[in-house]
C-alpha cells in the first residue's frame, strides 16, 4: 500500500489543494492493489505516475459583457487528460463550484470511465466558475461564444470532443459550435450533444439517465429481481434526473422524490414528470412551484435540511438514483437509506457518494452501481454520435438504444466478472476499477513512454 501513500503525497505537493481530485485517485489506487502486486510491468513502466498526471491542461480567461453592459470575468478549463484509447473525451461543466480539483477529479474519472464503455475514447474534462442560473439567453451566448474563442484551437473531431454536463445542455452545445464554426469555418463533430436538427444523436439527451437505470436493472437481474413497482428516490431535476425519472416510469417504477438546488420534492403517488420537465426544460424554474399544481407534494427549502444531511436521502425508497453532482451521499446519508430499506443505488452523478458512504454500500451488501460504471451511458452514447457524424450517417432512435443497452450491459458484466474474479462479487467499484485501468495502461504500455 506503499504506493498509494507516495502517489497522494507527491500529489498534494505537486498539486495543491485538490480535494475531490485526491478522493478519485485514491479510490482507484486502493482498488488496484491486488492488480499492481501482481503485475511488475505496471510498476515498471510507471503506469501510476503517469496516469494520475493530466497530458496537458489549459486554463484561460473568459471575458463577457454582461446584459447591464458590465464587463465580467470567469475562469476557463479543459483538461486533456488522457489519450491512449483515443481522442480526449468528456464534458464541460459550468458551475460556481468549478475549480481545477473538481474539473481533474471528473477528468480522472472519466479515463476509467470511458475505457468501460469499449470504445475509441479518450479521457478530458473541461468548464468554467460560471454561474448560468438567473442569466439571460443573450449573456449566455455571449459567455459560450467568448469560452470557445480559446477553447477552439484544442479541440477537434480527432482531437478532443467536449459535451455537456451539469450547466452545459443543448443550448449552450449549440452557442459553442456555433462559434466553432465561425472560427474555423469547419462543420464537424467537434462537440456531442448538439441538436437533432444539426448533427446531434437520437437518444443523446436521454442517455445518462436511461443508462443509469439500465445498470441498475442489470444489477437487480443478477439478483434475481427487477425495478416493477420498486419507489424510487432520484437526486437532482436536470438532464440526468429527469430521463432515469422517464426510464424508471418504463420500467414499472415509481419515482417518488427528487430535488435542485433550492431544495427537495417529495410525491408520494409518484413524481409528476411532464410536470417537471415543463418546470426544468422550459420554463428553468425552481421545484418549488411544482406545489401549485400538486399542492399535496412536499416541499423542504435546503435551509430547512438535516444537518449535515440530504433532506432527500431521508425518506424511505426500495433504490436510490444520485443524480445531482459529486458527494451528494454521506456516510450518515447512507446510513439512513440502508437503515430504511433501500436495496439499490446506481449513480446518475459522478462520485456522487463519499468514500465512507461507498464502503456503506458495499459492506451492507446492497447492489451499489459507482458513477463511473452505472452513468456511462451518455458519453458512450457521444461516442455514437461522433461515429454517425463521421460516417455522415444518422440512426433511428431504436437503433441507438439498444446499442445503449448492450453497452450498459458490457460494462456492468465486465465490472461484475472482475469483481467476481478478485474474491469480492459485491465490490462493483473494484471490478469497474480494475476493469478499465488494465485496458488504458495495456494501451499506455503499447504505445511506449509518452
Ligand atoms: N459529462 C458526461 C459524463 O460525465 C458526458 C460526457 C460526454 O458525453 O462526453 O460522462
Given at each position: ?5 507516495n ?22 489506487l ?18 501510476i ?16 459583457v ?16 488522457n ?16 475549480n481545477?480539483?473538481v ?12 475505457a468501460?464503455?469499449g ?13 448560468p442560473?438567473?442569466?439571460s ?27 455537456g ?15 466553432y464554426?465561425?472560427l ?12 437533432l ?6 437518444v ?6 436511461y ?7 442489470y ?9 416493477q ?29 427528487c ?31 411544482y ?14 435540511y438535516?444537518?449535515?444531511q ?7 425508497a426500495d433504490a ?6 459529486q458527494n ?16 439499490l443505488?446506481?449513480?446518475?452523478a459522478?462520485?456522487?457518494s ?6 456503506c454500500f ?9 458513477g ?11 461516442q ?6 463521421a ?17 450498459s450491459?458490457s ?12 474474491g ?25 513512454v509518452?
Amino acid at each position: 500500500m506503499n504506493y498509494i501513500n507516495n502517489t497522494l503525497l507527491s500529489l498534494r505537493a505537486s498539486s495543491p489543494a485538490q480535494d475531490e481530485f485526491y478522493q478519485a485517485v485514491e479510490e482507484v489506487l486502493c482498488s488496484l492493489a491486488p492488480v499492481l502486486e501482481s503485475n511488475r510491468l505496471y510498476q515498471q513502466q510507471a503506469i501510476i505516475q503517469r496516469i494520475v498526471e493530466p497530458e496537458r491542461q489549459i486554463f484561460f480567461r473568459v471575458p463577457w459583457v454582461d446584459d447591464k453592459g458590465n464587463i465580467q470575468v470567469n475562469k476557463g478549463y479543459r483538461i486533456e487528460f488522457n489519450s491512449a484509447l483515443g481522442p480526449y473525451k468528456g464534458g464541460l461543466r459550468f458551475h460556481p463550484s468549478v475549480n481545477a480539483s473538481v474539473i481533474k477529479f471528473l477528468g480522472f474519472e472519466q479515463i476509467f470511465k470511458n475505457a468501460l464503455t469499449g470504445l475509441p475514447i479518450g479521457a478530458g474534462k473541461g468548464g468554467a466558475n460560471f454561474d448560468p442560473k438567473g442569466k439571460s439567453d443573450n449573456e449566455i451566448m455571449r459567455f459560450c461564444q467568448s469560452f470557445m474563442t480559446e477553447l477552439y484551437r484544442h479541440v477537434g473531431p480527432n482531437t478532443d470532443v467536449p459535451a455537456g454536463d451539469i450547466g452545459v445542455g443543448a443550448r449552450e452545445i449549440g452557442y459553442l459550435f456555433g462559434q466553432y464554426k465561425r472560427l474555423t469555418g469547419r462543420y464537424e463533430g467537434v462537440l456531442t450533444g448538439k441538436g437533432l436538427l444539426w448533427g446531434g444523436s437520437l437518444v443523446r439527451k436521454e442517455a445518462t439517465g436511461y443508462g443509469t437505470v439500465y445498470f441498475a436493472d442489470y444489477m437487480l437481474n443478477d439478483r434475481k429481481e427487477n425495478l416493477q413497482g420498486q419507489t424510487c428516490l432520484v437526486s437532482g431535476a436536470g438532464n440526468v434526473a429527469i430521463y432515469a425519472m422517464e426510464k424508471l416510469y418504463q420500467l414499472g417504477a415509481i419515482p417518488v422524490g427528487c430535488c435542485d438546488s433550492s431544495g427537495t420534492l417529495y410525491h408520494q403517488g409518484g413524481i409528476d414528470l411532464t410536470l417537471i420537465k415543463t418546470l426544468k426544460e422550459d420554463k428553468r424554474v425552481s421545484l418549488a412551484e411544482y406545489l401549485h399544481t400538486h399542492p399535496s407534494a412536499i416541499y423542504t427549502p435546503v435551509a430547512d435540511y438535516p444537518t449535515g444531511q440530504h433532506a432527500l436521502w431521508q425518506y424511505t425508497a426500495d433504490a436510490a438514483f444520485p443524480c445531482a453532482t459529486q458527494n451528494e451521499i454521506t456516510k450518515t446519508d447512507a446510513e439512513t437509506l440502508i437503515a430504511n430499506g433501500c436495496k439499490l443505488v446506481s449513480e446518475g452523478a459522478n462520485m456522487a457518494s463519499t468514500q465512507d458512504a461507498v464502503e456503506c454500500f458495499i459492506d451492507s451488501g446492497i447492489a451499489y452501481g459507482p458513477g463511473k460504471a452505472a452513468n456511462a451511458g451518455g458519453v458512450a452514447t457521444s461516442q455514437l454520435e461522433m461515429a454517425q457524424n463521421a460516417s455522415m450517417q444518422r440512426w433511428t432512435f431504436e437503433d441507438v438504444d439498444k446499442q445503449l443497452m448492450r453497452i450498459s450491459k458490457s460494462i456492468y458484466q465486465q465490472a461484475s466478472e472482475t469483481a467476481r474474479t478478485f474474491g469480492q462479487p459485491n465490490n462493483l467499484v473494484l471490478g469497474a476499477n480494475i476493469a478499465a485501468f488494465k485496458r488504458v495502461a495495456d494501451a499506455m504500455i503499447e504505445q511506449g513512454v509518452v
